[in-house]
DNA sequence: TTGCTCCTCACGTCACGTGAGGTGGC
DNA sequence: TTGCTCCTCACGTCACGTGAGGTGGC
């Protein structure tokens, strides 16, 4: 065990480890704690940023939901909502509803994107084909 | 016909029914002119923008291609080439290869992309079920 | 001690949002 | 003439990017 410190709470991890396995800039992640979305629960004695294995699966949800198109407001509030349900609390019935609302709209704007997904990828194809035929015909006008 | 001056050129449409008809703000409509991206086929006499419905396609074409995160700069150039392409022009070798490299890259992205809306869509669903649980909850609060 | 990693400002940027004040066109 | 739609500035905002200058820890 490298953290005996941290008791059972698992390895802690430096702000460039969890960039390299969650995939966001370093910039991206301490943005997220400035603005209270994701903060580490820990620092070194040194002030070094540490990350608990469940902080990472929080950048994780954030990340995935990105294209959701949430803003960071919303993203706290929801993240807010599901942390303290979690938690076993009894929610108010606006906070209900805006849990309900969040899901609704996720649900929504998959749907959305899952369409746009579709489209893009048969304009990717197209696009690959012409890049392609681009090519051909580049060579028959160096041939020509 | 409604309009006999433009010809074979079909109807033109103000940038309000273009909004509607394709999802994008007026303001984000009139960036993508600023930027060279999307422009409008002409201009009324009162200085009204004036789109065909190839614009409009453009401008779907635009929208469907947001999510992969190419920049403005990056659409423009992509566009550029594929009318030029279109055009039938004869593309120079360095031309080609970034028709290819962006093809190539808008495939990987909507791969990535695919995989991330499988993700939140899972996630959508585990929210709907705690806002519903979250709600029972509410109610059983309420009545003890 | 050297190197790599991290730290905090703080200004810059991209893609728009949001009025303010004014005009076009059925 | 009224009302709705459009116009051009121009400042504001959100989510970061990008150095500058300095320190931590194996």
Redesign the pocket.
Known sequence: MSNSATGTAGALH????VADQVGL????I??YEE?GIAPPSGR??????LYTDDDIERLRVVKSF?PLKF???EMRDLLGLRDRFEAGEVLTADEVDRLGAYAGTAADRSEQLRDQLQAVESLARVLAGQAGAARRGAVRGRRS
């Open positions: 430096q702000i460039g480890e800039s370093l910039r991206t301490r943005y603005v070194s004695v040194g002030g070094f940023r990105k803003t960071l407001d």
